[in-house]
């Protein structure tokens, strides 16, 4: 079996993404998305295996019965990580590996799914735990004349679609 350190490094090195090594066996990646600017990643090698741990987004303020509900619902479609949530409410990705299965192609697979998965599912975390501060956001700045276009995706939301603020989605 080829060393794991090494398999890591050239894996994260071809696929041009930003990482470094805080400590033997130890990674914190980038992964650049577009709803969700960014995701890190921590990835540690253990005696037996390599685990992934991405946050996605923090404790929700609100609605955190349908959150969870949602995240549940999703789990058994994702591909090799699983939403998590730690002892603050915040929430993650993560996933785990064999020692045997450390590859290349398998790296770039396991920090694929992170990435399609928080990237897609950001927003609606967002509008389903958010509403009320993305609400006051945007009458904040529409109040006083600011641009309101990162706001855009939220519009089921603010209301800026033409509804009344709807709910977000379940």
Same mark, same amino acid.
């Given at each position: /079996?080829?060393?794991?350190?090494? %398999?890591?490094?050239?894996?994260?090195?071809? /696929?041009?993404?930003?990482?470094?090594?805080?400590?033997?066996?130890?990674?914190?990646?980038?992964?650049?998305?577009?709803?969700?600017?960014?995701?890190?990643?921590?990835?540690?090698?253990?005696?037996?295996?390599?685990?992934?741990?991405?946050?996605?987004?923090?404790?929700?303020?609100?609605?955190?019965?349908?959150?969870?509900?949602?995240?549940?619902?999703?789990?058994?479609?994702?591909?090799? %990580? *699983?939403?998590?949530?730690?002892?603050?409410?915040?929430?993650?990705?993560?996933?785990?590996?064999?020692? *045997? *299965?450390?590859?290349?192609?398998?790296?770039?697979?396991?920090?694929?799914?992170?990435?399609?998965?928080?990237?897609?599912?950001?927003?609606?975390?967002?509008?389903?735990?958010?509403?009320?501060?993305?609400?006051?956001?945007?009458?904040?700045?529409?109040?006083?004349?600011?641009?309101?276009?990162?706001?855009?995706?939220?519009?089921?939301?603010?209301?800026?679609?033409?509804?009344?603020? *709807?709910?977000?989605?379940?």
């Amino acid at each position: /079996m080829a060393d794991p350190r090494r %398999v890591i490094e050239g894996a994260l090195t071809d /696929m041009g993404v930003a990482w470094e090594s805080p400590g033997d066996g130890r990674y914190v990646v980038t992964l650049p998305g577009t709803r969700k600017l960014s995701t890190t990643c921590s990835l540690v090698l253990g005696r037996h295996s390599l685990s992934v741990n991405a946050f996605v987004v923090r404790r929700p303020d609100e609605n955190h019965e349908a959150v969870h509900r949602w995240l549940l619902g999703r789990n058994p479609r994702l591909h090799g %990580v *699983a939403f998590a949530v730690d002892g603050l409410g915040d929430i993650y990705l993560v996933g785990r590996l064999p020692l *045997a *299965a450390v590859t290349a192609d398998e790296i770039d697979r396991l920090l694929g799914a992170v990435l399609e998965t928080a990237d897609s599912s950001f927003n609606t975390l967002l509008e389903l735990g958010f509403a009320e501060a993305i609400r006051k956001e945007y009458a904040w700045r529409t109040a006083r004349g600011e641009s309101t276009r990162n706001l855009d995706a939220f519009s089921r939301v603010t209301g800026a679609d033409g509804g009344a603020g *709807a709910a977000p989605p379940r």
